[in-house]
């Protein structure tokens, strides 16, 4: 049946997901900015800068000591793509998106799949990569040195641990819907706001497990 068409800007054309030009049918261009940068020493705060292409979702970020990147937890839709049958096993991805200032002018970026073991040609995944898998990145905190990141995977009941290079090492189970994190760096724990039981689970770091969990 007849239907619109679903386009995206791309280099300056709007084009769909068979690479079919509608750009004589879109006569007008929209902003698709993500992460703002704000010059907070004058007088009155500025955007003096914005950064496209993150994410469609954006949830949080935390600036990695050391490198000075910027990672910010996200979700990216694959909207773009028309027909139900088309998105089963790959609807979106759960993702860190590395930012950091490139030479001279502007920033270069970097998304990080958090479930690169998952076969997207099948839709009902098995047993083991749905046991592995890490949905809906929220909270995200760093280790002093930058070494590691522990991201809050609210739908999956795990905290995610990353390497420096952002891609995930590790899997912590903690309680329902992880949201919030806070870091003792000194004892090495990890607090985790589990929200969607009103607990909070204390991890060893040391040891990769929770060792207590306390309601609310």
């Known amino acids: ?26 006569p007008f261009e929209l902003p698709d900015y993500d992460v703002f940068k704000i010059d907070t020493a004058s007088e009155t705060p500025k955007v003096v800068d914005s950064i496209s292409n993150v994410g ?11 490198s000075g990147e910027l990672w910010v937890t996200n979700t990216e839709a694959f909207n773009f793509v028309p027909y139900e049958p088309r998105l089963q096993a790959k609807f979106a991805q759960n993702r860190v998106t590395r930012i950091a200032a490139a030479n001279g002018r502007g920033f270069r970026q970097e998304a990080i799949n958090l479930n690169p073991h998952i076969d997207h040609s099948t839709a009902a995944g098995s047993p083991e990569e749905r046991a592995l898998s890490l949905s809906q990145p929220l909270d995200l905190v760093f280790q002093p040195d930058g070494s590691e990141a522990y991201v809050a995977a609210y739908g999956s009941k795990k905290i995610a641990v990353l ?9 912590i189970a903690v309680g329902f819907g992880p949201a919030g994190l806070a870091l003792d760096a000194r004892r090495q724990r990890l607090y985790v706001l ?9 991890v060893e770091l040391r040891k990769r497990e ?3 969990t306390v309601p609310l």
């Open 1 to 26: 049946p007849k239907q619109g068409a679903i386009v995206r800007r791309t280099n300056g054309r709007w084009l769909d997901h068979q690479g079919r030009d509608w750009s004589a049918a879109v």
């Open 194 to 202: 589990n929200h969607l039981e009103a607990t909070v689970s204390v």
């Open 163 to 171: 390497n420096r290079a952002g891609l995930t090492v590790d899997r």
């Open 56 to 66: 469609t979702t954006l949830f949080n970020m935390a600036v990695q000591p050391g």
């Open 210 to 212: 929770t060792t207590a």
